[in-house]
């Protein structure tokens, strides 16, 4: 919509009636419902609430926790992995076998991939996008004929 003088003029005129308009309480039961959630809230100990919400030293002593038992699990994930090399070499050998029945699947299965004319990949992907499409549709039309008139 454009402001010409009789938009800002009918603008002026709306926002007049609507400001002379007397204000409405509310309703007795949504007041009471109101405060009593607001007291609840109030009474609620600092750690049932959102971290920003949190006493200051709190917080700094929840993110040095958080920075010491990160800085431990980056240690520990060093000491278990760095034990010792005989027992990394233990399990190497023991998973060989099943690396290499891991590695001649993955290369049956891109030769298979190779295989596929392009055309037929694009053509499943259309057939994809044409089935998603047509079940939106069809939820809509079922939440449209279900919830319409409700």
């Not at 938009?7 to 409405?24: C, F, G, K, Y």
């Not at 060989?96 to 030769?111: D, E, G, L, N, Q």
Request: net charge positive; charged share 15%; glycine share 4%.
């Amino acid at each position: 919509m454009s402001n010409t003088p009789d938009n800002q003029s009918l603008e002026r005129i709306t926002a007049a009636v609507l400001r002379d308009l007397p204000l409405r309480r509310a309703p007795v039961s949504l007041e009471a419902r109101v405060l009593a959630e607001l007291e609840r809230r109030a009474a609620k100990p600092w750690w049932q609430s959102s971290y920003r919400e949190w006493p200051v030293i709190v917080r700094a002593l929840f993110v040095i926790a958080c920075a010491a038992l990160g800085s431990l699990a980056v240690r520990a994930t060093g000491w278990f992995l760095g034990q010792s090399t005989a027992t990394l070499s233990g399990i190497e050998s023991n998973l060989s076998p099943a690396m290499a029945s891991v590695k001649a699947t993955a290369h049956t299965i891109s030769f298979i991939a190779q295989s596929i004319p392009s055309i037929w990949i694009y053509g499943a992907i259309a057939v994809m996008a044409i089935a998603y499409v047509t079940l939106f549709g069809i939820g809509a039309a079922a939440y449209r004929t279900l919830h319409a008139n409700r």
